[in-house]
């Protein structure tokens, strides 16, 4: 059912989501064989737009076995391959297609977090060339049978899903992601002209200062499929509590009926009703990581369920997401972590958003 998109899925991925040119270092990072059809059609196309593709793959049971058996100098060591990368590619695309979703379930969260610590200096530097506009990236995902079960679906189903929320159902998705950015454009601009964001609703109500922040949209160019709008607060104005009603998912782990209190930004209560053990070990991974690094709203209404997993699951349509740990630089964040937990909740119950205390947005929808 999927194979006869694969075509028009890694067209937008190369010639729309990374704009990839003559010349450029493009690495293919895949993660599971069975996104070999997609993987095999990106590089082709890097090949025709006279760009130099390299793919490096990776396997679910790598990371497990790395988490349980390796010494805390081998959790904080990174081979300079990886540093090379990150300094040398003007292109990288990931490709996600996991055999397993649950592989870290077990995984002891401390070392986890240890290793999350030691390689963010190369997500950040990632990040900082992002935003400096000297690497592209995208984050994608092919269907698998796990991450299928993980959405409660049949494979088919799954499938359907994807292309749907990714708009490659249509003729020409791309002329509708243009389309999208638009209007994404329209909202970050209102809201840009803002200082102050208010979250209300289930057992919710917090306040953050974008004073001297970006709103940014997101229309297909950092992930796929796209949809929401975000910016990193400043650091120490986040204050009030948060209630997460969605299923909080996290490097194969799950912390649900998450519930937070921050006093200047800082989260200094917190507890869930699932997975608390974990949520306290991520949440001392480092310095940062009780700060907000992002606020955002999903928009994509394409995606109005929960599939455990986040790339679709933070641009559900009626959502809101709150990021723990490392912020964007692009969007004027300062925050540094090795953490970056999107959780996410539902606003379609009652949630209202205010910007400078004017209703903007209320059950799901911006009324502005």
């Known amino acids: 059912m999927f194979n006869p998109i694969i075509e028009k899925y890694a067209n937008i991925l190369v010639n729309y989501s990374t704009a990839v040119k003559k010349g450029d270092l493009v690495i293919i990072y895949a993660r599971g064989y069975e996104a070999q059809p997609l993987v095999k059609e990106i590089y082709k196309l890097c090949l025709i737009n006279g ?6 793959t990776s396997m679910d049971e790598i990371a497990e076995t790395f988490i349980k058996h390796a010494t805390d100098e081998q959790l ?4 300079e391959m990886s540093k090379t990368e990150v300094e040398k590619a003007d292109v990288m695309i ?3 297609a996991p055999n397993n979703t649950k592989s870290m379930t077990k995984a002891d969260s401390a070392k986890v977090a240890k290793r999350a610590k030691a390689t963010h200096p ?3 530097r990632r990040l900082e060339r992002s935003a400096k506009g000297d690497m592209r990236w995208v984050i994608a995902d092919y269907p698998t049978n796990a991450l299928a079960q993980e959405a409660n679906m049949s494979l088919e ?3 359907d899903f994807l292309l749907k929320s990714c708009y490659l159902d249509l003729d020409n998705p791309i002329e509708k992601w243009i389309e999208i950015d638009k209007e994404q454009k329209r909202l970050a601009d209102i809201l840009n002209q803002t200082t102050r964001i208010r979250y209300v609703g289930d057992k919710t109500d917090i306040t953050f200062s974008t004073e001297g922040r970006i ?3 997101c229309s297909g160019n950092l992930n796929f499929p796209d949809g929401e709008i975000f910016t990193s607060p400043v650091e120490n104005s986040a204050s009030g509590k948060i209630y997460f009603d969605f299923p909080q998912n996290y490097h194969g782990s799950t912390a649900k009926e998450v519930y937070l209190t921050l006093v200047e930004g800082k989260v200094v209560e917190a507890c869930a009703e699932i997975g ?3 949520l306290q070990d991520m949440l001392n991974m480092d310095e940062g990581s009780r700060f907000v690094g992002e606020i955002a709203i999903g928009t994509n209404e394409r995606i109005q369920e929960v599939t455990g997993n986040i790339l679709f699951d933070e641009k559900i349509g009626g959502s809101i997401h709150m990021a723990l740990g490392a912020s964007y630089p692009e969007a004027g964040g300062k925050n540094k ?4 937990w999107d959780m996410i909740k539902n606003m379609k119950n009652g949630g209202k958003i205010y910007a400078d205390d004017k209703l903007v947005y209320e059950n799901g929808k911006f009324i502005i």
Do not use: C, K, Q, T
């Not at 904080?76 to 081979?79: A, G, L, R, S, T």
């Open 76 to 79: 904080e060591y990174i081979d």
């Open 337 to 340: 972590s090795g953490l970056h």
């Open 157 to 159: 189903e799954y499938s």
């Open 94 to 96: 990931f490709i996600g």
């Open 122 to 124: 190369i997500l950040s």
């Open 215 to 217: 709103w940014l949209p």
């Open 276 to 278: 608390n053990d974990f």
């Open 51 to 56: 760009a130099n593709p390299v793919v490096r």
